[in-house]
């Protein structure tokens, strides 16, 4: 059996051994990175060095898909053939794509918008089922308070993927907030890159506040969304972390780090022995929102001081 394992992990690609203390000792841990998303390239990073202090004979497998639902369920299936004792995902889809292509595997999840809400789990308190982790739902109407604030929203122009789970539950909260507050929804959908820049077109045309989801297929192209959104004197607000510090006027963001130290500590209490579906869904404690000064100056904004008193963070 272990000969056979060896060799699937050899198929598999990367393996990185960690140093520490878990009880488990020989253990196996798949991770499901997705492509080059860099929120979840920093959670993997700290997850991994968070975990390194837990175990020192563990063997910890790396897979890298496209963002897809192909390239997720040829992942999983893979770790399917290793029979790892966790499987750790990072993002809503992974997660999801985890859930469907494998059995009786524990999982868990870091980075996952709204973990009820998609289905993951049947409450905050225990999943009921193999998997558990952390979440990273914020207050959206906190982050649309701040912009109206600033300045009223008549159109809202949303940027998501009708693909991933986070980015859908995320569409519907705003169509909440829009019938509360009074304003209208443009949305544009985003499966892949070749359609961003039509996208973009289409909600530039007819929004006069741009809303960016967690969307993975947005979030590789960031930075061009923020320059064509500058070049159209258009404030964007976000949940995607470092959304600010690359131009959104507002966002309200968790740390990718803390998801990934989560994470390292649900995988050693399920090496531990505890099970997964009786573990309480982590909620994230960092969450900034920040204040972007230089992109209110370029929009000729100016951002009242009961705004700037809720920031934790203001960029000058």
């Keep these: 059996m272990r000969v056979t394992r060896f060799i699937a992990i050899l198929i598999l690609g990367m393996v990185t051994l960690c140093g520490g203390n878990v009880s488990a000792a020989g253990k196996v841990v798949a991770t499901v990175l997705t492509s080059d998303m860099p929120r979840y390239k920093e959670a993997h990073r700290a997850f991994m060095k968070a975990l390194s202090a837990h175990g020192n004979d563990l063997e910890i497998i790396t897979q890298t898909p496209n963002p897809d639902p192909i390239s997720w369920a040829n992942t999983l299936r893979k770790f399917n053939a290793v029979r790892p004792d966790v499987i750790v995902t ?28 998609t289905g993951l789990t049947r409450s905050m308190t225990r999943s009921g089922n193999n998997l558990c982790g952390a979440s ?12 109206m604030d600033i300045r009223p929203i008549r159109t809202l122009g949303i940027l998501y993927n009708n693909r991933e789970a986070g980015a859908i539950v995320q569409l519907k909260e705003l169509k909440r907030l829009a019938a509360q507050h009074g304003f209208q929804v443009a949305e544009a959908n985003v499966p892949s890159a070749a359609g961003l820049d039509a996208a973009l077109n289409h909600l530039i045309a007819r929004s006069d506040c741009l809303f960016v989801t967690e969307s993975s297929v947005v979030g590789r192209h960031i930075d061009r969304v923020m320059r064509r959104a500058r070049e159209a004197r258009l404030p964007v607000i ?13 966002s309200l963001e968790v740390s990718p780090v803390e998801q990934g130290q989560l994470a390292a500590e649900f995988v050693a209490r399920v090496l531990g022995g505890k099970k997964p579906g009786e573990m309480p869904i982590a909620t994230p404690h960092r969450v900034e929102l920040i204040v972007n000064l230089n992109a209110a100056k370029s929009l000729g904004l100016q951002v009242p001081f009961r705004t700037l008193n809720v920031a ?3 960029l000058k």
């Design 90 to 117: 990072f993002g809503a889809p992974a997660t999801l794509a985890a859930v469907q292509e494998t059995d009786n595997i524990s999982i868990v999840f870091a980075d996952v918008y709204g973990p009820v809400e």
């Design 136 to 147: 990273s739902k914020v207050p959206v109407a906190t982050l649309v308070r701040s912009m």
């Design 238 to 250: 976000s949940t995607v972390p470092d959304a600010s510090e690359k131009g959104a006027l507002v």
């Design 312 to 314: 934790t963070k203001v």
